[in-house]
């Protein structure tokens, strides 16, 4: 009988595939509205249209000043526009969030729903262990669908902190009115709840047929394509990333091209608890009683076995190096200091956590003690590192942020 752990990865690759430069993407996109015109062109649907001015409309929000785009900028591969670890939102914009802002590109149209496989038979369960969780939007996965994960933003007091009405009557009100009726009908306006989720759908529509969320036009998309030369410092660091035995970047962001030929997102969209050391700089964290411990809360609620405690799900390292802020709670602002925590946390504790030596109660500090050992201590490079030897040297991690560098797309302008 077919292993479950088998069956997952059927299933995680089909959803994973999206077309060299994601033409497969367009074609699903062209089915359910979209169009391409006699340029080769694509026309968004009347739904998406919609969505694009929801998206940049701050008008939506209770301080009239925060739109989607503000946090999710286009010009910054829809990710953070500065180097706060957390946007600042709420009626008066002086509200902090919880978590670094993620980039919205290429991971939209194919991230899989939510899941966890676990063994059923009794030879499966003495033969494997469980799979780590996988799927969903937000850093805790807690959203299956776009159009659920779009109310949030619009809706949370540390960020839109919107209603429902204030959101319909805004588009009612205001220049898109008429194509919103075009798109969702003319009685569209009729019902605030059937409103609302219409405006929801449109910014599903956006963020799936726009060009702009997955543009492939990096110098590795048309290495992969075979209309680019890596330099041998990027030939190196890219060695370097996929190399099993030694940092095994590939294992969680996965550089190789599809079975259908189409290009990685440099995720495998799995949860992880690394042990990112604890942001002081996030004012959340001035009670040292709060952790913020990603799939078991305290956003995500719905999750009670405490093996979760402190996963967050992988982000794609497309345009990472445009980033200001790493990790799920921005403790980091350059690749070079992300990359030295990774081959180091282990090996120099006392450089990343409060007094941290091995085994010692402040290492891993953001979670509470009697969730520490969720860590990961058994994938490498984290379980390479029991004799304290780096699997990278400093001349090594600046190659890997070379490579790390050819992920950018060519409408971005690196930040380090």
């Known amino acids: ?110 991230t899989p729903v939510w899941a966890h496989p676990r063994p059923t038979s009794l030879a499966e369960r003495v033969a494997e262990h469980d799979d780590v969780p996988a799927g969903g939007f937000a850093w805790d996965g807690r959203f299956d669908s776009l159009h659920e994960q779009a109310a949030f933003p619009l809706l949370a007091a540390s960020e839109m902190a919107s209603s429902k009405e204030r959101v319909v009557q805004k588009i009612e009100q205001g220049p898109y009115a008429e194509r919103f009726r075009e798109a969702f009908g003319q009685d569209s306006f009729a019902n605030t709840d059937k409103a609302f989720a219409f405006a929801l759908l449109a910014l599903e529509r956006f963020e799936l047929e726009d060009p702009s969320f997955h543009p492939y036009s990096s110098k590795y998309d048309r290495y992969l394509d075979g209309r680019a030369t890596l330099t041998a410092q990027e030939q190196r660091g890219l060695a370097l990333f996929n190399d099993g035995d030694r940092g095994n970047c590939a294992s969680c962001h996965l550089s190789a091209p599809g079975a259908d030929g ?116 058994i994938t490498l490079p984290f379980s390479g590192n029991k004799n304290k030897r780096l699997v990278w040297n400093d001349a090594e991690i600046d190659d890997v942020i070379a490579f790390l560098k050819t992920l950018s797309d060519d409408d971005q302008v690196p930040a380090q």
């Open 1 to 110: 009988m077919q292993s479950i752990k088998a069956l997952f990865i059927v299933l995680a690759v089909a959803a994973l595939c999206g077309g060299v430069g994601g033409h497969v993407g367009h074609a699903a996109s062209r089915a359910r509205g979209s169009s391409v015109d006699g340029a080769g062109v694509l026309r968004l649907s009347e739904r998406a249209v919609v969505g694009r001015e929801i998206f940049f409309d701050a008008r939506l929000s209770s301080s009239g000043k925060l739109s989607c785009a503000s946090c999710h900028s286009a010009a910054n591969a829809y990710g953070p526009p500065n180097a706060l670890p957390v946007q600042l939102g709420g009626r008066s914009l002086h509200t902090a969030g919880l978590r670094a802002v993620p980039s919205l590109r290429y991971t939209l149209a194919r």
């Open 262 to 377: 189409s290009h990685p997102l440099f995720t495998d969209f799995q949860f992880e608890a690394i042990g990112v050391p604890r942001n002081s700089s996030i004012p959340a964290n001035r009670d040292s009683k709060f952790y913020d411990m990603g799939l078991c809360g305290p956003i995500r609620t719905n999750q009670t076995d405490s093996s979760y405690c402190g996963m967050f799900k992988t982000p794609t390292l497309r345009n990472v190096a445009t980033r200001q802020v790493l990790f799920h709670n921005g403790r980091f602002h350059t690749l070079k200091e992300a990359l030295r925590f990774y081959v180091e946390r282990d090996t120099n504790p006392g450089e990343w956590y409060p007094h941290g030596q091995h085994q010692d109660p402040n290492t891993y500090d953001d979670l509470p003690a009697a969730l520490r050992p969720n860590v990961d201590k």
